[in-house]
């Protein structure tokens, strides 16, 4: 899984705005994988990779949501000391900047998942999947 969907999703800054994007999610059956948000000039801001992207797609317009999609390179690393730290510093070497970064887990594994919103996602996902098999 080097490549993935993500979805940015801008949601009202107020109490059960975020839960309420979440449950219509899990209603349609699509499970987060992986996410992070935050509060950013009065609006917050969701990111998420999840496991059924044309089904949050279809969830996302019902809502009437705005929200956008980019592709971002995904990596699964073991759980130990300096993965995280070797998979960034391989893709500074390949010249690829890391914008942001965020993990989650996928279900029935141990490794987490680990998302990179970074400038060259083609070249990024290659050294990722590379990184991943050694």
């Not at 705005?17 to 219509?24: D, F, P, V, Y």
């Not at 317009?61 to 300096?82: K, T, Y």
């Not at 996902?125 to 050694?134: F, G, I, N, P, Q």
């Amino acid at each position: 899984m080097a490549k993935a969907k993500e979805f940015r999703v801008t949601v009202e800054d107020k109490p059960g705005a975020l839960g309420s994007c979440c449950i219509a999610l899990s209603e349609r059956g699509v499970n987060i994988l992986a996410f992070q948000s935050f509060v950013e000039q009065g609006e917050s801001l969701a990111r998420f990779v999840v496991d059924d992207p044309d089904n949050a797609l279809v969830v996302l317009r019902g809502l009437h949501a705005n929200f956008e999609q980019d592709d971002v390179a995904v990596v699964r690393l073991e759980h130990r000391p300096g993965e995280l730290g070797r998979a960034a510093l391989r893709l500074g070497e390949h010249k690829v900047n890391i914008n942001y970064s965020y993990c989650g887990m996928e279900p029935g594994s141990t490794q987490p998942l680990v998302v990179f919103g970074v400038d060259q996602v083609t070249k990024a996902s290659a050294v990722l999947d590379e990184l991943a098999a050694k």
